[in-house]
């Protein structure tokens, strides 16, 4: 099938080009081989274009991650005099540049309690990996090499490298890849929506520790290392934990010396309207903290693992069989990079950011509260500018579509009709905006979203 393309000529080069040459990350090959893909090519605060200068809200923030907002004027001219100055120098052993110094001593003044260093990658998945293998060390320098379990959940993201992807406890993502998940156990989803028959909301909690706690003595606390969670689940669904819940999960940790991973790819720098929320929303001290995405509102990749300072008194001791701490990559500390995440947090800080999340945040959960109302709108759910609708055939019974209906991607197929980017993940549509949107791009927001559900419902059966 051919995509109706622009007269010019360049355009459809691209296009041609990106669908010869470009595997996407989640493909739909059978998809994709039919329709190709749209062709963004220019951004301008909640805004984006195709190439064809066609305007789209952008509901998503590229992929939760563009929260200053696109095109940037400020941003971009840091990134340019940066790229003149210094685009790059390793970190190895004893180089550094201003802007890796300055942004790692930046993150410990944000980070909670003594999460005071911080090792610098390129995105979420890597900053995960780097945790898992620091945790491994850690407890190898203790003495503890037993303690190599990792306990995660179903329906956690965190990432799509081998073992972040291993981490990730979406079953379905995992076909055919041999992930190297024989250390790694998942936990209950806590889901609120999807909780087990005759469990009331109040015991839910209770219910999940209980059963956390029964999974730590099966498999031995000696065995377990660490426990990694995001605040929020964010692409399993944007799904809300009962409250106290991950204030539970991580006294069983402390109680069983088990370290904390804290996810913050997606929670923080603004998207709850905190610039970190682990201590500040949710009451809990991470051992870890995991940073990419609002990091550097994607302007270029970064990502970081901040870990507290008796982790680092730990892995920093000296060691006979090899001195050194053999991790590291090319881009670890890119000075580029660093410049962009110290001059974006500037900006968040500086332009009020989180005062506009938490102004707007709940108007904007309210109004898309009242989707609730439409037919196969099951729950709408998360916080702030982090929010999802959850489709259901039967309110009642809240039984799923099937699969092969692709309710989620056929309301995003509407909505980006009607002007919209909304992301589709399953039986869901996730809402995760620039932190830009304002009470304009919400309205319209709703009122697309709306049509757009309307229209799908009647293209049913
Ligand atoms: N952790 C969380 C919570 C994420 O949402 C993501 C990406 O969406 C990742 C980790 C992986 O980050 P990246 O795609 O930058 O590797």
Not at 418 to 438: C, E, F, H, K
Request: glycine share 8%; charged share 20%; hydrophobic share 35%.
């Amino acid at each position: 099938m051919h995509k109706s393309l622009n007269p010019n000529q360049d355009l459809e080069l691209t296009w041609r080009n990106d669908k010869n040459h470009v595997i996407h990350p989640y493909a739909n090959f059978e998809n994709f081989s039919k329709e190709g893909s749209t062709v963004y090519a220019k951004g301008h605060r909640h805004f984006i274009y195709d190439q064809q200068g066609q305007k789209y809200l952008d509901g998503i923030a590229g992929l939760w991650c563009v929260n200053i907002g696109h095109g940037n004027e400020e941003l971009a001219a840091h990134i340019g005099e940066q790229a003149r100055n210094l685009a790059y120098y390793n970190t190895f052993e004893d180089s550094t540049s201003p802007s890796a110094a300055n942004l790692a001593a930046k993150l410990a003044s944000l980070c909670p309690g003594t999460l005071n260093h911080v090792f610098f990658g390129t995105g979420g998945s890597m900053a995960n990996d780097t945790a898992i293998k620091m945790v491994h060390y850690y407890f190898n320098m203790l003495g503890k090499p037993k303690k190599k379990k990792i306990l995660s959940r179903n329906l956690g993201y965190h990432g799509s490298t081998y073992l972040a992807h291993a981490l990730t406890g979406i079953a379905s993502t995992h076909i055919g890849f041999d992930l190297p998940k024989d250390d790694i156990t998942y936990l209950s989803t806590p889901y609120p929506y999807r909780k087990p028959e005759g469990i009331d909301s109040h015991s839910y909690c209770d219910y999940l520790i209980d059963e956390m706690e029964t999974k730590i003595i099966e498999i031995g606390a000696d065995n377990i290392a660490c426990f990694i969670a995001e605040p929020i689940m964010g692409a399993g669904g944007v799904i809300v934990a009962p409250e106290g819940y991950l204030g539970k999960a991580y006294a069983l940790c402390k109680k069983y010396e088990i370290l904390t991973i804290a996810d913050e790819v997606v929670t923080a720098f603004g998207r709850l309207g905190k610039m970190i929320t682990s201590k500040e929303m949710f009451k809990v001290q991470p051992d870890i903290m995991v940073l990419a995405k609002g990091l550097s509102s994607g302007y270029v990749p970064l990502g970081a693992t901040v870990i507290s300072s008796a982790m680092h008194e730990v892995i920093s001791r000296p060691k006979a069989d090899n001195p050194y701490f053999s991790h590291g990559f090319t881009y670890s500390g890119h000075a580029l990079a660093c410049a962009t995440g110290l001059k974006n947090i500037e900006i968040l800080e500086r332009d009020g950011f989180c005062e506009h999340v938490n102004k707007w945040g709940p108007y904007f959960k309210e109004q898309l509260t009242t989707l609730e109302d439409l037919p196969i709108v099951g729950e709408v759910r998360g916080s702030h500018f982090m929010l999802a609708l959850e489709y259901v055939t039967d309110k009642k019974t809240k039984t799923s579509f099937p699969m092969e209906v692709n309710i989620g991607k056929r309301i995003y197929t509407a909505s980006k009709k009607r002007g919209l980017i909304i992301r589709p993940i399953g039986p869901l549509n996730v809402l995760s905006p620039p932190l830009t949107y304002d009470k304009d791009a919400i309205d319209e927001t709703i009122g697309i979203l709306k049509d757009s559900i309307l229209e799908t419902v009647t293209t049913l059966h």
